[in-house]
């Protein structure tokens, strides 16, 4: 069965903090996705990663970045969060056409 | 560039009608098309898939789509809803040669389904 996991499902960050998401997933995916959730906007793409130490920028990367140390493993960072910021992120993996998705993380920015 | 439009915020309908969800997509090349589902504080869960071959694909909870070349629409329907269907629901299209496997996805519908 397929199995994407997200560290937090909430987080309350302060402005200037330096906030780690973590996602992992056991399908053994080559490509590993992390989106941002906004009401009337759907899911836009911030970062992907094709591979170990290989990324992406996606639609909107500015104030963001993204680890890959572990094919399982792949982090989005936000270096100084801002309020803008505040959103549900999710993260998504797929091998051929269909990505899954992990339950997201809800993230405050206060 | 690829692009998805979902027209309708939101969809009404009475348990038991049949509902129907649009979706139109601009893409330069050959598509692939998805429908996903979103229940409350949830990640997406994958409905179903178009990829080739027969226009009329049927997914998981009683869905189905059609996919119109001509029209380039990709309607999600469900012959009989249920209250339990009620949830947001997004388009998603693919670009056949992206090996990434990027995905543009529509702002989302809201289904709400009355008892």
């Known amino acids: 069965d397929v199995k994407v996991t997200q560290s937090s499902r909430y987080l309350v960050k302060r402005t200037g903090e330096k906030v780690f998401l973590e996602c992992v997933q056991d399908?053994?995916?080559?490509?590993m996705f992390w989106y941002r959730q906004d009401p009337g906007l759907g899911l836009r793409l911030i970062y992907f990663?094709?591979?170990?130490?290989?990324?992406e920028k996606g639609d909107i990367p500015e104030g963001y970045s993204v680890s890959r140390e572990k094919k399982e493993r792949f982090s989005l960072i936000l270096e100084s969060a801002s309020t803008n910021q505040t959103s549900m992120y999710l993260c998504?993996?797929?091998?051929?056409?269909?990505?899954?998705f992990g339950p997201g993380t809800r993230l405050l920015v206060l | 560039a690829q692009s998805v439009a979902q027209p309708e915020d939101q969809v009404n309908v009475a348990e038991g009608n049949p509902l129907t969800v649009k979706c139109t997509y601009s893409v330069s090349g050959n598509p692939y098309l998805f429908w996903y589902v979103q229940y409350p504080n949830r990640g997406l869960q994958f409905l179903l898939k178009?990829?080739?071959?027969?226009?009329l694909v049927k997914g998981s909870y009683g869905f189905e789509a059609e996919f119109n070349k001509s029209q380039t629409s990709f309607h999600l329907k469900k012959p009989s809803a249920l209250v339990s269907d009620s949830a947001l629901y997004f388009c998603?299209?693919?670009?056949?040669?992206?090996?990434?496997?990027?995905?543009?996805f529509g702002a989302g519908t809201q289904v709400v389904v009355t008892p």
């Open positions: 990663s094709y591979d170990v130490k290989m990324k």
């Open positions: 399908m053994d995916h080559e490509n």
């Open positions: 998603a299209v693919r670009v056949k040669d992206d090996s990434w496997g990027k995905l543009q």
């Open positions: 998504a993996s797929n091998q051929k056409q269909t990505q899954y």
């Open positions: 178009y990829i080739t071959g027969d226009n």
